[in-house]
């Protein structure tokens, strides 16, 4: 398994113009949440031009499919018919796993968590797309597995210490 490196990931998607948003742990962490993560989770757009450039991302990555039998991954038909059919594939790459969501617990997929999403820039002109912290909240309640269940508390301290400091002053 590789070190994860978010920044080359972005890089690539970036550079082959995927529309997509960061969610999951990644995401709660660019919003300043202390929780680790071993993975990039990502929501990206589902129609056929992204799709393509999905796959081109992903083979520049050397993705394979990620299963607990096969650590090193599985190679797969990586092109838009592939991903057309997917809800979800777990992959991993030479820059770390990446988990690809179609439609996260909880929401509609890409077009209603791009609506609150928040463009970040990150250095060497580098950025992403996060969902908004509600909406990583609102996904994490939905799957309600025992790891989003054991990051809810955080993530909410989290979103309630940022609209503190959004408040204006009285």
Same mark, same amino acid.
């Given at each position: 398994?590789?070190?994860?490196?978010?920044?080359?990931?972005?890089? #690539?998607? %970036?550079?082959?113009?995927?529309?997509?948003?960061?969610?999951? &742990?990644?995401? %709660?962490?660019?919003?300043?949440? +202390?929780?680790?993560? &071993?993975?990039?989770? #990502?929501? +990206?757009?589902?129609?056929?031009? &992204?799709?393509?450039?999905?796959?081109?991302?992903?083979?520049?990555?050397?993705?394979?499919?990620?299963?607990?039998?096969?650590?090193? /991954?599985?190679?797969?038909?990586?092109?838009?018919?592939?991903?057309?059919?997917?809800?979800? #594939?777990?992959?991993?790459?030479?820059? /770390?796993?990446?988990?690809?969501?179609?439609?996260?617990? /909880?929401?509609?997929?890409?077009?209603?968590?791009?609506?609150?999403?928040?463009?970040?820039?990150?250095?060497? %002109?580098?950025?992403?797309?996060?969902?908004?912290?509600?909406?990583?909240?609102?996904?994490?309640?939905?799957? &309600?597995?025992?790891?989003?269940?054991?990051?809810? +508390?955080?993530?909410?301290?989290?979103?309630?210490?940022?609209?503190?400091?959004?408040?204006?002053?009285?």
């Amino acid at each position: 398994m590789a070190v994860l490196q978010p920044r080359e990931v972005f890089r #690539v998607l %970036g550079a082959h113009g995927v529309k997509y948003v960061v969610i999951g &742990n990644l995401g %709660g962490t660019l919003y300043g949440s +202390p929780l680790v993560t &071993n993975d990039i989770d #990502v929501c +990206p757009s589902k129609d056929d031009q &992204n799709l393509a450039a999905l796959a081109g991302a992903l083979l520049q990555m050397d993705a394979r499919i990620r299963t607990p039998d096969a650590p090193d /991954g599985i190679p797969f038909a990586c092109d838009a018919t592939f991903l057309r059919q997917m809800q979800m #594939v777990n992959l991993t790459t030479r820059f /770390g796993d990446v988990d690809v969501s179609f439609q996260p617990s /909880g929401t509609r997929g890409y077009d209603d968590l791009r609506l609150r999403a928040v463009r970040i820039d990150l250095q060497d %002109g580098i950025s992403t797309s996060i969902a908004s912290l509600e909406d990583i909240i609102r996904s994490k309640e939905a799957a &309600n597995r025992e790891k989003d269940r054991l990051a809810l +508390p955080t993530l909410r301290l989290l979103l309630q210490k940022i609209r503190e400091r959004e408040r204006p002053p009285r």
